[in-house]
């Protein structure tokens, strides 16, 4: 009878545990499910509020470009001496008549 009882017990607890752990899977699949859409939405947000930062500096440019346009090409080659000499072992050759180094010859050039 001993036997028997505890058999019946050992039995129980093994379909608990087995319905704990299908519970917990559940409970897992349903919280990964949650996460990924969470982060699904928030990539999709932070789509969207790039998309809306690009295009505003894009019409800011724009409009500083059509205002200044002289300047607008001086800040554009600041960047491009930037990009184009960030290391010091890079080499460019260029003829000095180049516009490249238009503002760097003469700095009364965005003067008019």
Do not use: C, H
């Not at 554009?76 to 080499?91: I, P």
């Amino acid at each position: 009878i001993y036997q028997r009882m505890r058999a019946e017990r050992e039995a129980v607890a093994r379909r608990l545990r087995s319905q704990g752990q299908e519970e917990a899977e559940k409970l897992r699949a349903s919280a990964d499910y949650e996460v990924t859409r969470t982060l699904a939405e928030a990539e999709r947000q932070a789509r969207i509020t790039r998309g809306e930062g690009d295009a505003e500096a894009a019409k800011l440019f724009a409009n500083a470009f059509s205002q200044d346009p002289d300047f607008y090409a001086f800040i554009r080659s600041l960047r491009a001496y930037e990009a184009s000499f960030k290391d010091n072992q890079d080499v460019l050759v260029l003829s000095p008549d180049s516009d490249f180094f238009r503002y760097m010859k003469s700095p009364d050039t965005l003067r008019k």
